[in-house]
């Protein structure tokens, strides 16, 4: 199974930083979500430095957010990148596979 199969999500950005959530499509699923997505899961998914990624868990909402620490490459302003924004980033980490279930 894959993070997709239990949430959608959304990117955004501020200058060199992008702000990525992960919203459960039901209830029921978001323990699991908390439990199986966690910061360190995230950055090692993404390659990306474990100390970089901050995770805030919102569970009024059954959301995540992960805030990503240099994942732009110097941002909208400075990079080459085709997706200077990290609008793919959210594809990218809900392509995630879960760990099987408990």
């Known amino acids: 199974m894959k993070l997709h199969d239990l949430a959608h999500g959304r990117t955004g950005d501020k200058g060199d930083t992008s702000n990525t959530s992960v919203i459960a499509y039901h ?49 909208v302003t400075r990079s080459l990148s085709l997706d200077a924004h990290g609008k793919c980033l959210s594809s990218i980490l809900l392509n995630m596979p879960l760990p099987p279930d408990e």
């Open 27 to 75: 209830a029921g699923d978001f323990d699991r979500l908390r439990r199986d997505v966690t910061a360190k899961r995230v950055a090692n998914y993404l390659n990306h430095p474990a100390s970089a990624v901050t995770r805030y868990v919102l569970p009024q909402l059954c959301a995540m957010n992960f805030v990503i620490k240099g994942a732009l490459k110097g941002g």
